[in-house]
């Protein structure tokens, strides 16, 4: 019985070990960042005010009501000496009085030049000018987390390298200690193997170090503990069908950023004409409802009391205000010219950062299949190497060459996968398709 508890326990143990090292896959890593991304959250907070500010009232179409009530209490010393027949004399201490007054009133914009009607319109801009905020963060955020999550797969491969690399170290170290041994090699050249082995090892140690720094921005990006640990199974794979025309034209009505922008001139148009119909007389409707009582120890009238309702219609009409209207005017024009010259730059940037980048990701491309030769004639002569080296046939220098050289050749194939996916990644921002083929990947 004893013995069958103890294989429960471990059974239970290792389930426990494997939950906690749980794959993170890229589908897996997006869907969290989506969800606990604190800028995500932000921009998300940002988008519901403007939804709020959207209402008919906010933009002035509907009445304005209020109520006021007044309660004063006085105590004043009074002496009066009245212009009448018998000069009548009076001489109050203390003399109290009272004042009471209770009233609602509502006042009603019914044509102020329209202005209200491009409030409104101008609300319901910068609405859609917050979603399309809410996507540039989540694009932003979607592109960091491939970029870090590809990090961690970088730094991977380079620790695969570097331990395979470390086990040829190994071996060499060994294969030298035995011929040192039976007086084949001198101690000199046993010496040597271990100091190159403790320098591969020094190479792997950081190397484990920048995986763990990738862990850490990974884990902050995705709002999680960052010492938590991270394991993700996803290779470095690459789209290699990207074309150049199609990012031009998908970026030209896509782009976030692009259409926040016109959006944000639509904006600009609607405040020159909201400025614009100050130029036109306010017409209002008000109506209200008050009641008033006042008492007095002294004066001809000891209660007075009020009440009743009110009504009328107003008008008014902005004649001069030292031209302040004018400046307003011209600058909200100066505004649209801004907002166009900065569409036109944004454009512009668009074209030449697609261009960059898509030169970029092509002779990545290109790198990757001329790398891909070099590692496998680096790995053939590494192999010779080891061979020639066991049989006594080349010297330690000749196969720590070998050695570098595929370390280096296949560095340079990881680089260059890393590089064309940067740029692929990138590619997909600027043309406003990564959400497209990330959000569901």
Not at 47 to 67: D, H, M, V
Not at 130 to 136: C, D, F, T
Not at 290 to 299: A, D, E
Not at 408 to 431: C, G, M, P, V, Y
Request: hydrophobic share 40%; charged share 20%; proline share 1%.
């Amino acid at each position: 019985m004893k013995k069958f508890a103890g294989f429960i326990t471990g059974l239970l143990l290792f389930w426990s070990g494997c939950n906690a090292q749980d794959v993170l896959s890229l589908s897996e890593a997006i869907k969290v960042a989506l969800e606990n991304n604190f800028a995500i959250k932000i921009a998300a907070n940002q988008k519901a005010i403007s939804e709020n500010n959207y209402t008919l009232g906010n933009a002035g179409f509907l009445p304005i009501a209020g109520a006021t009530s007044i309660q004063n209490f006085a105590s004043n010393d009074t002496y009066q000496e009245r212009n009448d027949a018998n000069k009548t004399i009076i001489d109050i201490k203390g003399a109290e009085s009272q004042q009471f007054n209770v009233g609602t009133a509502v006042n009603w914009v019914i044509f102020d030049g329209l202005g209200m009607f491009r409030t409104h319109e101008r609300l319901s801009e910068q609405q859609q000018s917050s979603n399309y905020q809410l996507k540039i963060t989540m694009e932003n955020t979607i592109s960091d987390v491939l970029t870090i999550y590809y990090s961690v797969a970088l730094e991977n491969e380079r620790i695969k390298v570097l331990n395979n690399s470390l086990q040829l170290s190994e071996r060499r170290t060994d294969i030298a200690k035995n011929k040192y041994e039976i007086g084949k090699a001198s101690k000199m050249e046993y010496l040597a193997a271990q100091v190159d082995y403790n320098s591969d090892k020094t190479l792997l140690i950081n190397q484990e170090q920048l995986l763990y720094q990738a862990k850490v921005d990974l884990n902050r990006l995705l709002a999680r503990e960052v010492a938590a640990e991270v394991i993700i199974n996803d290779t470095i794979t690459i789209n290699e069908s990207l074309l150049l025309e199609a990012l031009l034209e998908s970026a030209n009505l896509k782009n976030p950023l692009l259409l926040k922008s016109q959006r944000d001139l639509n904006i600009a148009h609607l405040q020159l004409r909201e400025i614009k119909s100050e130029r036109s007389p306010m017409v209002s409707l008000n109506s209200g409802y008050s009641k008033g009582r006042n008492s007095s120890q002294v004066g001809f009238s000891a209660l007075t009391q009020t009440s009743g309702f009110y009504y009328g219609i107003s008008a008014s009409l902005n004649l001069f205000n030292g031209f302040n209207l004018n400046r307003r005017i011209e600058n909200a024009r100066i505004q649209t010219q801004i907002v166009n010259h900065t569409i036109d730059d944004l454009k512009l940037s668009l074209q030449a950062d697609i261009n960059k980048m898509y030169n970029k990701y092509t002779t990545s491309l290109d790198l990757i299949n001329i790398e891909r030769q070099n590692l496998g004639v680096a790995k053939e002569n590494e192999n010779i190497a080891l061979d020639r080296y066991t049989l006594g046939n080349s010297t330690p220098l000749e196969l720590r060459e070998a050695q570098i050289n595929a370390v280096a050749a296949e560095s340079r194939l990881i680089n260059a996968a890393f590089s064309t996916k940067l740029a692929e990644i990138e590619l997909l921002r600027l043309s406003g398709r990564l959400i497209e083929s990330y959000s569901n990947p």
